[in-house]
């Protein structure tokens, strides 16, 4: 486990934004709140966060995609209590068609499961509500985001699922403060404060009064703990016709 995220962190040094999530001065989410949480996972273990939106499609982000995603864990807040019979569910990737890189904004992917998601009270699996096409997040409005992986910069990986709340942050002054955005992004969290998300686990989301509103993109330079710029998310209502469009077909 601890290789994959220390190669997270190389990549990211060269590519100049560190990939998100993990959870900076979060705390420990309670059982059974976030069951549509989603650990995307290759054949060694976990390397992206995920949520679920219907009982065929879990969304995460479209740079996982380079680690060959190859199944979903569903239903545990622990990594470490894995039921491989129940839990786990292969996957097919449907990335977004304009995604390039990180630069150029789209960081999107939804994972088709090889079969129905078992949702219920028993399975302890739920999926979360998507946003309306003219969401309107106002400034300094509190989210939440939450994920497995480090919880400092250069730290460890952890096993329980974290969670914190982040301040929306003005669109106009995150692109002062970044010079140059992608297009069809929210920012949250990160700079101003001393919350908000770390190396290990992009493509979990951003949510806002149970609505994912976001997906974790990028951060700064590997700075996680005092970030000089706010972190960056993908606005999920900007891509709401691809998505339904695939729900419906059930395929990409």
């Given at each position: 486990m601890m290789h994959k995220f220390f190669f997270l962190c190389v990549l990211t040094g060269l590519e100049g934004n560190a990939l998100g999530s993990d959870i900076i001065n979060g705390k420990k989410s309670k059982e059974k709140s976030m069951q549509?949480?989603?650990?995307?996972?290759?054949?060694?273990?976990h390397i992206c966060g995920g949520f679920l939106i219907s009982e065929d499609f879990v969304v995460t982000a479209a740079h996982c995609d380079k680690w060959n995603p190859t199944n979903v864990v569903l239903g545990t807040h622990n990594l470490n209590?894995?039921?491989?019979?129940?839990?786990?569910?292969?996957?097919?990737?449907?990335?977004?068609?304009?995604?390039?890189?990180?630069?150029?904004?789209?960081?999107?992917?939804?994972?088709?499961?090889s079969r129905k998601a078992r949702m219920g009270k028993k399975d302890r699996i739920k999926p979360i509500q998507l946003p309306s096409p003219k969401m309107n997040l106002k400034d300094k409005k509190k989210c939440r985001v939450a994920g497995w992986g480090w919880t400092r910069s250069a730290g460890d990986v952890v096993a329980d699922?974290?969670?914190v709340e982040v301040p929306i942050v003005n669109l106009k002054e995150c692109q002062k403060l970044w010079n140059k955005l992608p297009a069809n992004v929210i920012c949250a969290g990160g700079y101003g404060t001393k919350s908000g998300i770390c190396q290990g686990d992009s493509g979990g989301p951003l949510v806002y009064n149970k609505v994912a509103v976001g997906v974790v993109s990028y951060n700064s330079n590997n700075n996680c703990d005092y970030p000089d710029v706010?972190?960056?998310y993908t606005d999920v209502s900007k891509f709401l016709p691809w998505i339904k469009e695939i729900l419906k077909k059930k395929k990409c």
């Open positions: 549509y949480m989603a650990s995307v996972q290759d054949k060694e273990g209590k894995v039921n491989n019979e129940t839990m786990r569910y292969s996957v097919k990737t449907c990335k977004h068609p304009s995604y390039k890189d990180l630069a150029s904004g789209n960081d999107i992917m939804l994972l088709k499961l699922l974290q969670e706010p972190n960056i």
